[in-house]
């Protein structure tokens, strides 16, 4: 069974950065892919960005393209996701989810597992 703690959200002003990390356990092979969603009051939930375990690639949503990356550290079981330049419009919950499959998925239907979410606020 997957297990992922996300941590390091906060509050932000904008033009800032914060580093957001899930934690994961459990279940190596149904987390081949891993990803960030975040989710707005009264919105859906949103892709954001994934990589894929074994090889480090990545894929990022148009919002945050060249502001945001994801990385991760095998040894501690640990996803990164660091946030430049950040915005108002930034602020949600945001989700690490883990996927079996290694192919790129930007819908949440697709991922199996999910985090408790982080709350990022930033404001202006």
């Known amino acids: 069974q997957v297990q992922l703690v996300e941590s390091g959200g906060g509050l932000v002003q904008a033009g800032g950065s914060l580093r957001l990390s899930c934690a994961a356990s459990?279940?190596?092979?149904?987390?081949?892919?891993m990803g960030w969603f975040r989710q707005a009051p009264g919105k859906e939930r949103k892709f954001v960005a994934a990589?894929?375990?074994?090889?480090?690639?990545?894929w990022f949503a148009d919002a945050v393209k060249g502001r945001f990356t994801i990385s991760r550290d095998s040894a501690k079981n640990t996803v990164y996701l660091q946030m430049n330049s950040l915005k108002p419009e930034d602020t949600a919950v945001y989700y690490c989810?883990?996927?079996?499959?290694?192919?790129?998925?930007?819908?949440?239907?697709?991922?199996?597992?999910w985090g408790q979410g982080t709350q990022v606020t930033v404001s202006s």
């Open positions: 989810a883990a996927a079996p499959s290694d192919r790129y998925i930007s819908s949440a239907r697709e991922y199996d597992h």
């Open positions: 459990g279940g190596t092979t149904s987390r081949n892919l």
């Open positions: 990589i894929r375990w074994s090889a480090g690639s990545t």
